[in-house]
């Protein structure tokens, strides 16, 4: 998988392939990636990447043509590969699109600033329009980082064996349960008993039960009956039914 990003603010993303599991798998080879600074093919003494809008109104454009000349310096895994826009505008972004996303061989990011692109380049070179949630950013780089993120774990050998992706309960459309590591008793807190048992049915069951707890606390949405086994609807009416 590669990714390209077109951003007037390339530096952002130095740090971002180097480091933690998404550097380690453009170390090894499994994602590869490209920074375009779109300023590099704006025109003229002052390189502006910006314009007024037609119409007037608060807020700077970015002019079409530097946005066009990057694009096409991109190296095109031509059918495999997607061209997206970071924007309010878009399709909100979650996991089952991070899935689909983690299939092609390409993705190519425009990150926008200011009020946005010349909507000429959106209509002819833009496949797809996302946004990663309903606030308001101060440019498309840290959208598209979290695309890139949460795509890029997707791809197979990137979390390196280390824990499945389905092994998240987010998968399932659940939250994850509480976690707990040494010491025992921190600040007069114990960890639940259960969890030193050494009983891993109990601990199966009691990190469902908890799982589905917050779930049904915090994002009752989420809870789409389809995926819940005889056992869950069974924790489920417990839970419901007491503490
Ligand atoms: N999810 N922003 C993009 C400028 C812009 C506007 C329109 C292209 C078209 C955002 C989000 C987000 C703010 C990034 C406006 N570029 N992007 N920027 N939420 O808020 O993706």
Same mark, same amino acid.
């Given at each position: 998988?590669?990714?390209?990003?077109?951003?007037?603010?390339?530096?952002?993303?130095?740090?971002?392939? $180097? /480091?933690?599991?998404? *550097?380690?798998?453009?170390? %090894? @080879?499994?994602?590869?990636?490209?920074? !375009?600074?779109?300023?590099?093919?704006?025109?003229?003494?002052?390189?502006?990447?910006?314009?007024?809008?037609?119409?007037?109104?608060?807020?700077?454009?970015?002019?079409?043509?530097?946005?066009?000349?990057?694009?096409?310096?991109?190296?095109?895994?031509?059918?495999?590969?997607?061209?997206?826009?970071?924007?309010?505008?878009?399709?909100?972004?979650?996991?089952?699109?991070?899935?689909?996303?983690?299939?092609?061989?390409?993705?190519?990011?425009?990150?926008?600033?200011?009020?946005?692109?010349?909507?000429?380049?959106?209509?002819?070179?833009?496949? $797809? /329009?996302?946004?990663? *949630?309903?606030?308001?950013? %101060? @440019?498309?780089?840290?959208?598209?980082? !979290?695309?890139?993120?949460?795509?890029?774990?997707?791809?197979?050998?990137?979390?390196?064996?280390?824990?499945?992706?389905?092994?998240?309960?987010?998968?399932?459309?659940?939250?994850?349960?509480?976690?707990?590591?040494?010491?025992?008793?921190?600040?007069?807190?114990?960890?639940?008993?259960?969890?030193?048992?050494?009983?891993?049915?109990?601990?199966?069951?009691?990190?469902?039960?908890?799982?589905?707890?917050?779930?049904?606390?915090?994002?009752?949405?989420?809870?789409?009956?389809?995926?819940?086994?005889?056992?869950?609807?069974?924790?489920?009416?417990?839970?419901?039914?007491?503490?």
């Amino acid at each position: 998988m590669k990714f390209d990003v077109l951003t007037i603010f390339p530096e952002m993303f130095s740090a971002f392939f $180097r /480091e933690g599991i998404l *550097g380690r798998a453009v170390n %090894s @080879g499994i994602i590869d990636f490209g920074i !375009t600074n779109i300023r590099d093919f704006a025109m003229g003494k002052h390189k502006a990447v910006d314009d007024r809008p037609y119409g007037g109104g608060d807020g700077m454009v970015m002019k079409p043509g530097p946005i066009y000349r990057a694009l096409k310096s991109v190296d095109r895994a031509d059918d495999r590969s997607l061209v997206i826009l970071l924007s309010p505008q878009g399709v909100r972004f979650d996991q089952a699109t991070a899935w689909e996303l983690s299939g092609w061989e390409q993705l190519i990011l425009v990150c926008g600033r200011y009020e946005g692109i010349d909507e000429r380049i959106r209509l002819a070179y833009i496949d $797809r /329009e996302i946004s990663i *949630g309903d606030y308001i950013l %101060s @440019g498309g780089e840290v959208a598209a980082m !979290t695309l890139v993120d949460a795509v890029g774990r997707l791809i197979p050998g990137v979390l390196g064996g280390k824990r499945s992706n389905l092994e998240d309960s987010f998968e399932e459309g659940l939250l994850e349960y509480p976690q707990f590591t040494r010491p025992r008793v921190f600040q007069g807190k114990v960890v639940p008993s259960v969890l030193l048992s050494g009983d891993h049915g109990k601990i199966r069951l009691w990190r469902r039960r908890e799982s589905l707890r917050r779930t049904l606390e915090r994002r009752p949405d989420l809870l789409k009956k389809d995926l819940l086994s005889n056992e869950d609807e069974a924790i489920l009416a417990n839970l419901q039914g007491g503490p």
